[in-house]
């Protein structure tokens, strides 16, 4: 069974940054496929970054260039660094894992663990 939790999410202005976390409790993270997705009110949940054991990553067109995500293998926590950040980019953060196969998914149906969010509100 694999429990994630994030934090970090919280209210900045535009242009602002923060960096959200999200720990794994899980026995072998470095098995996993982390990813981060974000859910908007009245909108579907969409994909935003993931990123492999060995450090690839894949990023949603929309954030490329602003966001980083990362992660502590040996704290088992994945990390979304997020700069630049504009009111487009407030919704409901969510982390999610599940076995890494060798693809990098970014769709929801993919994952198969998820956190309960951390809201990112950025005003204007």
């Known amino acids: 069974q694999v429990q994630l939790v994030e934090s970090g999410g919280r209210l900045v202005q535009a242009g602002g940054s923060m960096r959200l976390s999200c720990a794994a409790s899980?026995?072998?993270?470095?098995?996993?496929?982390m990813g981060w997705f974000r859910q908007a009110p009245g909108k579907e949940r969409e994909f935003v970054a993931a990123?492999?054991?060995?450090?690839?990553?894949g990023y949603a067109d929309s954030v490329k260039g602003r966001f980083t995500i990362s992660r502590d293998n040996a704290e088992n926590t994945v990390y979304l660094q997020t700069n630049s950040l504009n009111p487009g980019d407030t919704a409901v953060y969510y982390c999610a894992a599940r076995v890494h196969t060798g693809v990098i998914h970014n769709t929801v149906r993919r994952y198969d663990y998820w956190g309960q969010g951390t809201q990112v509100t950025v005003s204007s």
């Open positions: 990123i492999s054991w060995s450090g690839i990553t």
């Open positions: 899980v026995r072998t993270f470095s098995n996993y496929l």
